[in-house]
């Protein structure tokens, strides 16, 4: 069926270094991924979007690679900084449905 | 732009009373979306509109109702609340597709 979920819950990383978090998807007829950023006690907030049609793009400190062969999602920050600590969805679209598919989420923590 | 707004921000509410989240939205979206997110989860999808007039069920509609009759308006109704419907309610909205979607703050909202 249907999903999208995450391999870690939890991502602790120190200020400056790199981070990857990643997300699994099980339906080989979504073509559309996008990532989003929730910061506590806010709504979520798009970062970065690909298409099945695209193995890797990026934006600024953010990179989203997509590797359709395995089915697999990673979104890599660079130089990771206090405010970059939120929890992050990686979210799917089915073919040519109205519908976005959220996974459970991965809380990125940021130390000194 | 005040982008989407929802009111109330916090509700309590009794087992078996009903109420109504407002969502409104000022950038002329014609995708409007309501999704729940319960403690430590991911978002799931309640009901969607692809424009005035016109909505349809997400992943859990039921105890739900909405309705669109405006272009920047998509109310989400609780008729006979139950304590499994305590949870974070958000409200979204999109120009042309499901892809990069605006969110409000959220409505938290508790049934004892």
């Known amino acids: 069926g249907e999903s999208v979920g995450l391999h870690l819950p939890t991502l602790s990383v120190q200020e400056g270094d790199n981070s990857i978090i990643n997300c699994a998807y099980s339906n080989s007829a979504s073509d559309y991924f996008i990532w989003y950023k929730q910061e506590s006690g806010k709504g979520p907030q798009f970062i970065i979007d690909?298409?099945?049609?695209?193995d890797k793009r990026q934006g600024q400190r953010v990179t989203v690679l997509l590797n359709k062969t395995v089915k697999h999602l990673s979104l890599q920050i660079a130089a990771t900084q206090p405010g970059d600590s939120a929890v992050y969805f990686c979210a799917e679209i089915v073919g040519n449905t109205d519908k976005l598919i959220f996974g459970t989420g991965t809380r990125l923590q940021v130390f000194p | 732009n005040a982008g989407v707004t929802q009111t109330p921000k916090f509700r309590i509410l009794k087992i078996g009373q009903s109420m109504t989240l407002q969502c409104t939205q000022d950038?002329?979206?014609?995708?409007m979306y309501w999704y729940r997110q319960d403690p430590g989860m991911g978002l799931k999808l309640i009901y969607y509109?692809?424009?005035?007039?016109?909505?349809d069920k997400g992943e859990v509609p039921n105890g739900y109702n909405v309705s669109r009759s405006t272009t920047e308006d998509f109310p989400l109704r609780l008729e006979l609340a139950a304590p499994s419907q305590t949870s974070v309610y958000f409200c979204?909205?999109?120009?042309?597709?499901?892809?990069?979607?605006?969110f409000g703050p959220g409505t938290r909202l508790t049934v004892t």
């Open positions: 950038m002329n979206h014609n995708y």
């Open positions: 690909i298409r099945s049609n695209m």
């Open positions: 509109s692809v424009g005035a007039g016109i909505t």
């Open positions: 979204a909205s999109s120009y042309g597709g499901p892809g990069e979607q605006y």
